[in-house]
Structure formats: structure tokens, C-alpha cells
């Protein structure tokens, strides 16, 4: 009798334990999937074969997600969710993201230090290992777990989550727009495409500059009263555009973050929140009208990430090399997530977050584990490496379909 309860007891160990892993692929490979099918309809409505879908038209519909959709989302989710205590309990995650930007950056330059990319591209790989996408795919990961009435998170999978990824995209953009901007600055002197181009021999001019074709038909003016003309004390207008240009501040409140700090100062005050964000609020048709509209955020972001790869990995490819390109996506993909569990682990044992919420912790380690940030791809244009960034993000995106996925069965494995 005993012989047989302990093999009862195995057999229900054994059972329990791969319904376990089936539930655990089923949560992490099923929305992999989703995000896959959607990208390939993308895909499929930008080639030359249907076309509905060119490069104007994605264009357009970027522009559409980062300045409405994606806004409506995180100021309707993240204002119904956030009070002043769950501000005083969700501090981790900015730190999170912060950690993880210094933590993948040291990944970054280790392996820059050890491949040694092409001039000019050593910090360009450092940024492009360092900087993960903190919002855009974790956001459709989860929209597409919590669409799963069974999904392991509960009834408030999705106002939760994306209450926590929203609370951390701030955080990022700042990262983006300080850090990543100057470490994308070209040599000096000089800019990305120069670099690439032929050098041409100098040609000696044989023309007599003191022909009558080169003097002058005007006298400059004297360069002393001209100045005396022209100067001019600058105005309160004009030393804060400066300072907008000096610290980037157009490019760093740009409208999921101003749509994030909204939703912070509406919800932390009892009155405002009640007024505007509530279900029986008197202004609540806006923050309905938010809800639909943040809905078709996922659809369109898919549409249009699927609709960007059709253009290929372009020139970047040839100048990146096949060396440094395949070390970036290996080091953001495989090398960066265990760090971040690493931090993740730590910050646990020494209760920096609420230990019974299993969505915080998990928004914590999927911030590690996905791609290099899509919104690189914006600075690095700015930069004049948008063709290389191009390169890494039609890389790593594919590639990242299949390191998602093994990392979130184990993360759900670890929580569940």
C-alpha cells in the first residue's frame, strides 16, 4: 500500500507538474504567436503584391499610434489604476528601467570591447545592446495574455499591467533623449554618411583670383558698425527656446509622456479623479472615449511594425558588418535578460516591491527581455545612423519572436 501511494503521489507530482509547462507555453508561446500573425498581415499589406500598406501610408499610421493612440491608452489605464500609495509602492519600476539601461550599457560595452566594431560604430553598439523597448511590446505581450479569460494574472491583468509599464515609460524617454542622444553624436567634424563616402583628391584651382570675374562688385560693410546694428539683447522668449534646444525638451515630452504625467496628476488627486476618471464621473465620455481609442493601439503598432520589415535590413547591413550586427542581437537578446532577472531577484529579496503581486514582478523582468527600443531607431536618424539603426531593429525583432518566448515560459515558471 505504501509502495503504491508513493507512486500515486509521483504520477500527480509528474501530472502536475507538465500541466504546469503546458500552461506555461500555452501563456508565453500563444501571444508570441498573435504578435507573429499580425506583423505578417502587416507585412503581407505592404509588399508590392498588395500594397495598401507603402511607406507614406506606414508613415502616417505611426504617427497616429505614437501621438493619439498610444496616449489615449496610458492616460486612460494608468489614471484609473494609479493612487499617491501605489506611487510610494511602484517606485521600482522607473529604478527598474534605470538599471536595466545601466546594466545592459555594461553588457553592451564589454562586448563592443571584445568584437570591435567598424569605426564609428563602438558606442552605437553599446546603446543598441543597453536600450531595451520598455513599452510598445511589453504593451502588446500583455494585451495579448490578458485577452485569455484563464490567463494566471486574474481579472485585472490588464489595467494593471499596463498601469506598470506606463509608470516606467517616462523614465525612458528621458534615458532616450539624454544618455542615447549623445552617445549617438558622430565624430567630430564629421557625420555617419561622410565616413562612407570616397574621399576625393583635392584639385588645385589655376584660375587668377585677382581677375576682374573675382573682385567683388560690393565692399563688405565695416564689420564694427555692422555689429553695432545688429546685436541685440536676448529676450525671455528667446533664452527658452535655448534652453528647450540645449536639454531636448521637445523630444523628451513628446505625448505618451505628457499623456503619462496627466494621468499621474489626475489620478493621485481624489477630486480630479473623481471627476474625470471614475465610472460615474461627469467627464467620464472623455476617459470612455480614451478606452476605444487606446483599443486599436495594439492592431495598428502591429500593422505597422509588420509593415516596416517588407524594406529589408537595408544599406545599414553592409557598413555594420555581419560581426557586430550578429553581437548586438545575440547580447540584447541572450546576455541582457539574465542580468535583468539577476536585478529583479535581488530587489525581491530585499522587499522592494510588493512580493504578492505576480504582474509587477513579471512587468519588471519582461522590461529586460524585450528587443532593442524601437523609438533608438528615432534618435539615431537624428543622429544620421538611422540606416544602421534600421538594420539592428528588422534583425533583432525577427529574431526576438523566438528569445520572448523562452524567456517569458521562464519567468512564468519562476512565478507560477
Known sequence: MAEKSLMGILMEDNSSTSASLLASLKFAVLP?????????????????????????????LNGLVFSL????????????????????????????????????????????????????????????????????????????????????????????????????????????????FQMLAPPLGETF???????????????????????????????????????????????????????????????????SILAIGIGVVPFLKNLVLTDDAPLFFFTDSCLILGEAMIPCILLALGGNLVDGPGVGFKRLGLKTTIAIIFARLVLVPPAGLGIVTLADKLNLFPKDDKMFKFVLLIQHSMPTSVLSGAVSNLRGCGKESATILFWVHIFAVFSMAGWMILFLRILF
Open 69 to 180: 493612440l498610444l496616449p489615449c491608452l496610458i492616460f486612460s489605464e494608468l489614471g484609473r489604476a494609479i493612487t499617491l500609495q501605489k506611487i510610494l509602492q511602484w517606485w521600482f519600476i522607473p529604478v527598474n528601467v534605470v538599471l536595466g539601461s545601466i546594466s545592459g550599457s555594461i553588457i553592451g560595452l564589454v562586448v563592443a570591447s571584445i568584437i570591435r566594431p567598424p569605426y564609428p560604430y563602438f558606442k552605437f553598439t553599446i546603446t543598441h545592446i543597453g536600450i531595451g523597448n520598455i513599452g510598445n511590446i511589453p504593451l502588446v505581450l500583455l494585451a495579448a495574455i490578458c485577452r485569455d479569460a484563464s490567463n494566471p494574472f486574474g481579472d485585472t491583468c490588464s489595467q494593471a499591467g499596463i498601469a506598470y509599464i506606463s509608470f516606467g515609460q517616462w523614465v525612458g524617454a528621458i534615458i532616450l533623449y539624454t544618455y542615447v
Open 193 to 259: 554618411d561622410s565616413i562612407h563616402e570616397p574621399k576625393l583628391l583635392p584639385t588645385k584651382a589655376y584660375e587668377d583670383e585677382s581677375s576682374p570675374e573675382k573682385v567683388p562688385l560690393l565692399t563688405p560693410a565695416d564689420p564694427e558698425r555692422e555689429t553695432v546694428i545688429t546685436a541685440k539683447v536676448p529676450t525671455l522668449k528667446d533664452r527658452w527656446n535655448y534652453l528647450v534646444d540645449k536639454f531636448k525638451l521637445k523630444q523628451i515630452f513628446q505625448p505618451p509622456i505628457v499623456a
Open 32 to 60: 508570441i504567436v498573435k504578435v507573429f500573425t499580425m506583423c505578417f498581415m502587416g507585412f503581407l499589406m505592404a509588399s508590392k503584391y498588395i500594397n495598401i500598406l507603402p511607406p507614406n501610408g506606414r508613415k502616417l
